[in-house]
């Protein structure tokens, strides 16, 4: 079993910038692939970044290139979410996320899930 516990997330302008992070417990040693996916009001949940955690190759959704970016620290089990520019269409409950499988950039059948850290970006 994995547990994942996120935090970071808060209200911020336009603009802001913000840092999750993921705390992973348990058997992560199985887990090759970890995930940032965002839920915002009305909408369907959608994958933001991934990383196989073996190599550290990533991956993001278009519409964050460039102002986020994910990132690990193996020594401390977390996981990570440089979140820059924020926008408010940026708003939504952020989820951390992780599978054994492969590949990672396609967001699907992860199965191991936080609870979310929301994230507020007022104009």
């Known amino acids: 079993q994995v547990q994942l516990v996120e935090s970071g997330g808060g209200s911020v302008q336009a603009g802001g910038s913000l840092r999750l992070s993921c705390a992973a417990f348990g058997y992560i040693a199985s887990m090759n692939c970890m995930a940032w996916f965002r839920q915002a009001p009305g909408k369907e949940r959608e994958g933001v970044a991934s990383?196989?955690?073996?190599?550290?190759?990533?991956n993001y959704a278009d519409s964050v290139k460039g102002r986020f970016t994910i990132s690990q620290d193996n020594a401390k089990n977390t996981m990570y979410l440089q979140m820059n520019s924020l926008k408010p269409e940026d708003t939504a409950m952020y989820y951390c996320a992780a599978k054994g499988g492969w590949p990672c950039r396609d967001f699907v059948r992860y199965n191991f899930w936080g609870k979310g850290t929301p994230v507020t970006i007022s104009s």
């Open positions: 990383i196989y955690t073996g190599v550290g190759t990533t």
